[in-house]
């Protein structure tokens, strides 16, 4: 067996102590600042994820991801500030347009694979990011975002001393998106998933239709980024167009290879690691002992891509598989010799 | 020694066993036909020989393993390809075809041979590949493979979808080529097979299931049971 | 009328910028299948090594000093090109997906690299005098620069078709971006072919650096990617792998793009995107492009 008998239980008591350890201030996940970044890192993780059932599982390269993210956080934003509906039913109502736009670009996109349909996913996104960023309708604010009014939004997650409601929000947000990708995956549709990635003609010689799963991977994955989006409003505190760059896409891109495309844990792994790398980097560099360092060596180094991109090079030149990858083929090794 | 000496070769394409232990050789100076019915893995063998897939076993030119080896080295060493679908390159004209093909320095000998043998090609150099007709595409894919020293010709299905005339013509052809060259061509058309061929393979569900001289073809029983058609036609 | 032939005449300029990065990238692809995320880096490496050439050359820039600086930004990114090629893209042969993340990953590193160096505010780029004054075309008052621009692309368009047509290596490329495996059946190693076309598509990118860094009043890691984006979006609506194509599509964008925004500030972007997704939906293989198998 490839999965180790311990794995499970161990990732049940590590979701607890995540779960605990913000209820109690002697430990690091009780101060705010951890978890907050932690926060923020949930979502990445489970956006990495969504991102995942389209690359990884389906064998969809998409460029334009990011457009049901910034939906997500753009659509509920306006509700709310606007006070529209209530808070939940706006992300619900977000979660909807995305998933209706989904259906709309990707009815259209499907009918391209490959390196054309990543051209046509890359147009709609850097699409939604001119909207964003020229304030059409004078809706979305422009360059600077949209802060989040903060009156509209449930108290429990406004002020610095509620991040912890926030960072459980992300986390429940990130098991939810688990739970459904795993059974999505899982589940029969999600066997023709994989089947896709790895031959389409011969699903099509089953009979199924191919455009349809495709179109319903792409869906399903544009509705939990929105979700997402909702969650990394409340996190962020603002909607920006930053949320809709094509680099955010190219990111979750990077967070999938690196942690391993065909896993899902590995994908939600290389997403929480990319973003916690990226913040404390961010952090390291405004510490006193890092600005002795020679400066063409530590301007580099301040930035979060340097590092990140030659690992990313690094594991797709030597082990493609990413780190879960790279894990499985350890296993793989300590099955076979404890047999020999 | 024979030109061509394939031992054991097994081929995998996709998780296809495709070529399970052919074996055979093809004697210098004489044109080997490899037949067989569709799918048994004649044009696998000479595309691996060509060194588009992998396998395992043997494969040596003249004594020399090339198994293994990338495709353009193979090539260098001696090995002209004709392959199915001529593929000649539509977007230049045929005498940048052949022009590509040609890699010696002095070639003026060779290119007379050619237009003295498809004096069309030499008319009609300034014309797009793309815009000829099936049959002078194929004329210049087997022109190509005539203008440089070859220890051996793989010619895959010259034949193919040409009309009856053109089939003809290309017999003519191939027949002229095939007295001062090694030939190991795969054809469905008999014919032809039987006016050129000195020595025959006969391939099903990849292995090889007969070697030997060219006599049997005249056996419609003997052809019927090989290869499931009746003698004559294709 | 004056207006409209500004507009049209800036558009063109746009476009020649647009070209100069577009037609590396539609050989790159064309010939080796790669879908180089990694030119746009080509681009800021020779931004950068012009920069620093020109302001080497002394305080005051003449037309030569400008030459020179842009030439030697083409080399650089050039041989920049070549050794991405050689290291990376050579290992990952045949594994299209890989070679393109790996080309993502280094337009990560060398964005953080020079960032890190240099700092991302844009940093003014020693430009001739004469670059500032404008010449009359038609009644209409150009920025000289547009006129730069266009002259250097429709030397680029030249110099390619040259080689193209009246070298043995571009009868290779040719060939090559038509039916890769066949060249080799003739006994051609055509991936010494593939070297040239990085190179020189790294070449045309670092000289457009220099270009885009005047028109963007300055150098800058991060200008390179909505290039990038344009350069991809000219190269699939001309056809991968056909530079005449590019041409006419980076032609064709510029010009759109100039008159979307003259009316609706932030409407070009927009208008050229969905311009995109047009093409593709309807012809997938662009303009000039060939269907491939």
Same mark, same amino acid.
């Given at each position: 067996m490839l999965r180790w008998k311990y794995s499970r239980p161990l990732l049940g008591l590590l979701l607890v102590v995540l779960a605990i350890a913000p209820l109690f201030t002697n430990n690091p996940l009780g101060k705010p600042g951890l978890q907050q970044t932690m926060a923020v890192a949930f979502v990445w993780g489970a956006l990495a994820l969504t991102y995942d059932l389209l690359f990884g599982f389906t064998g969809l390269l998409s460029f334009?991801?990011?457009?049901?993210?910034?939906?997500?956080?753009?659509?509920?934003?306006?509700?709310?500030?606007?006070?529209?509906?209530?808070?939940?039913?706006? *992300?619900?109502? *977000?979660?909807?347009?995305?998933?209706?736009?989904?259906?709309?670009?990707?009815?259209?996109?499907?009918?391209?694979?490959?390196?054309?349909?990543?051209?046509?996913?890359l147009a709609f996104g850097e699409a939604g990011h001119v909207i964003v960023n020229r304030n059409f309708f004078n809706l979305t604010g422009g360059e600077n975002g949209i802060a989040l009014n903060a009156e509209n939004v449930p108290q429990i997650w406004i002020g610095v001393f509620n991040t912890k409601y926030i960072y459980w929000l992300a986390l429940a947000a990130l098991i939810f998106t688990y739970a459904v990708i795993w059974w999505v995956t899982e589940s029969s549709a999600g066997k023709v998933f994989s089947a896709l990635r790895d031959n389409e003609q011969r699903v099509q010689v089953l009979g199924l239709n191919t455009q349809h799963f495709k179109l319903l991977a792409f869906v399903i994955s544009a509705a939990l980024a929105a979700m997402l989006g909702f969650v990394m409003l409340i996190a962020a505190g603002s909607a920006a167009p930053r949320f809709a760059e094509s680099g955010v896409t190219i990111a979750l891109l990077l967070m999938v290879v690196i942690g391993g495309a065909v896993t899902r844990w590995g994908a939600v792994l290389g997403g929480i690691f990319y973003s916690f790398a990226s913040t404390r980097m961010q952090d390291l560099t405004q510490q006193e002992s890092f600005k002795s360092i020679p400066e063409w060596i530590g301007g580099?180094? *301040?930035?979060?891509?340097?590092l990140l991109g030659l690992i990313f090079i690094l594991i797709v030149m030597f082990s493609p598989g990413g780190l879960s990858g790279a894990y499985y083929r350890l296993r793989l090794k300590a099955i076979t010799r404890k047999s020999s | 020694m024979n030109a061509l000496s394939v031992k054991d070769l097994h081929v995998k394409i996709n998780e296809s066993h495709i070529l399970h232990g052919v074996t055979f050789e093809v004697?210098?100076?004489?044109?080997?036909?490899?037949?067989?019915?569709?799918?048994?893995?004649?044009?696998?063998?000479?595309?691996?020989?060509?060194? %588009?897939?992998?396998?395992?076993?043997?494969?040596?030119?003249?004594?020399?393993?090339?198994?293994?080896?990338?495709? =353009?080295?193979?090539?260098?060493?001696?090995?002209?390809?004709?392959?199915?679908?001529?593929?000649? %390159?539509?977007?230049?004209?045929v005498k940048e075809n052949l022009s590509l093909a040609a890699r010696g320095k002095n070639n003026d000998d060779a290119y007379k041979a050619v237009y003295d043998l498809f004096p069309e090609l030499d008319t009609r150099a300034a014309q797009q590949a793309g815009s000829l007709s099936g049959g002078q595409q194929q004329m210049v894919a087997i022109a190509r493979a005539l203008l440089n020293k070859n220890e051996i010709l793989l010619v895959d299905e010259p034949t193919k979808g040409l009309a009856p005339k053109l089939v003809t013509e290309v017999a003519d052809v191939l027949a002229k080529v095939a007295q001062t060259t090694t030939m190991l061509l795969v054809e469905q058309n008999l014919a032809l097979v039987k006016r050129v061929a000195q020595h025959v393979i006969v391939m099903d569900q990849g292995?090889?299931?007969?070697?030997?001289?060219?006599?049997?073809? =005249?056996?419609?029983?003997?052809?019927h049971q090989m290869l499931g058609v009746s003698g004559g036609h294709k | 009328m004056d207006t409209f032939i500004l507009i049209g005449i800036t558009g063109i300029g746009l476009g020649a910028l647009y070209f100069l990065v577009a037609s590396g990238l539609s050989l790159i692809y064309g010939l080796m299948g790669v879908l180089n995320f990694a030119h746009g880096? $080509?681009?800021?490496?020779?931004?950068?090594?012009?920069?620093?050439?020109?302001?080497?050359?002394?305080?005051?820039?003449?037309?030569?000093?400008?030459?020179?600086?842009? !030439?030697?930004?083409?080399?650089?990114?050039?041989? !920049?090109?070549? /050794?991405?090629?050689?290291?990376?893209?050579?290992?990952?042969?045949?594994?299209?997906?890989?070679?393109?993340?790996?080309?993502?990953?280094?337009?990560l590193v060398v964005g953080a690299l020079l960032g890190g160096w240099f700092g991302n505010d844009l940093i003014m780029f020693p430009?001739?005098?004469w670059f500032l004054t404008a010449v009359n075309v038609g009644g209409a008052m150009i920025p000289a620069d547009r006129i730069v621009y266009i002259a250097t692309a429709i030397m680029l368009l030249i110099g390619n078709w040259i080689l193209l047509k009246y070298t043995r290596i571009g009868l290779i490329i040719r060939a090559g971006v038509e039916n890769r495996?066949?060249?080799?059946?003739?006994?051609?190693?055509?991936?010494?072919? $593939?070297?040239?076309?990085?190179f020189l598509g790294g070449f045309a990118a670092g000289v457009g650096g220099v270009l885009v860094s005047v028109y963007s009043?300055?150098?800058?890691?991060?200008?390179?990617?909505?290039?990038?984006?344009?350069?991809?979006?000219?190269?699939?609506?001309?056809?991968?792998?056909?530079?005449?194509?590019? $041409? /006419?599509?980076?032609?064709?964008?510029?010009?759109?793009?100039? !008159?979307?925004?003259?009316?609706?500030?932030? /409407?070009?972007? !927009?208008?050229?995107?969905?311009? /995109?997704?047009?093409?593709?939906?309807?012809?997938?293989?662009?303009?000039?492009?060939?269907?491939?198998?």
């Open positions: 334009g991801h990011a457009l049901y993210f910034a939906t997500g956080v753009y659509v509920s934003c306006i509700l709310i500030n606007h006070d529209v509906v209530s808070w939940w039913l706006a *992300a619900l109502i *977000a979660i909807a347009v995305s998933a209706i736009l989904a259906f709309l670009v990707g009815a259209a996109s499907l009918r391209t694979t490959g390196i054309t349909f990543a051209m046509v996913t580099p180094i *301040a930035e979060p891509a340097l | 004697p210098t100076n004489k044109v080997t036909a490899l037949l067989g019915r569709n799918g048994v893995g004649k044009s696998t063998t000479l595309r691996t020989i060509m060194g %588009f897939y992998e396998g395992t076993g043997s494969v040596e030119l003249n004594g020399k393993e090339i198994l293994g080896m990338q495709t =353009h080295k193979i090539v260098q060493s001696g090995v002209a390809f004709v392959p199915e679908d001529r593929e000649v %390159f539509a977007s230049l004209t292995r090889v299931v007969y070697q030997g001289g060219p006599e049997n073809l =005249h056996d419609d029983a003997w052809v | 880096s $080509f681009l800021t490496v020779g931004a950068f090594v012009g920069w620093w050439i020109a302001g080497k050359l002394g305080p005051d820039t003449s037309m030569i000093d400008f030459i020179i600086a842009m !030439f030697v930004g083409g080399l650089a990114a050039g041989l !920049f090109a070549l /050794l991405i090629e050689q290291l990376l893209i050579t290992r990952l042969y045949d594994r299209h997906i890989d070679q393109a993340l790996v080309t993502v990953g280094v337009s430009t001739p005098m495996n066949m060249v080799n059946a003739l006994g051609i190693n055509v991936r010494r072919a $593939f070297s040239t076309v990085f009043n300055g150098v800058s890691p991060l200008i390179a990617g909505s290039y990038l984006i344009y350069g991809f979006i000219v190269v699939v609506i001309g056809g991968m792998g056909s530079v005449p194509g590019s $041409f /006419l599509a980076a032609m064709m964008i510029g010009v759109i793009r100039q !008159f979307a925004n003259y009316y609706v500030t932030g /409407l070009g972007d !927009f208008v050229v995107v969905i311009l /995109l997704a047009g093409v593709l939906l309807i012809r997938p293989q662009g303009l000039l492009g060939k269907v491939r198998a």
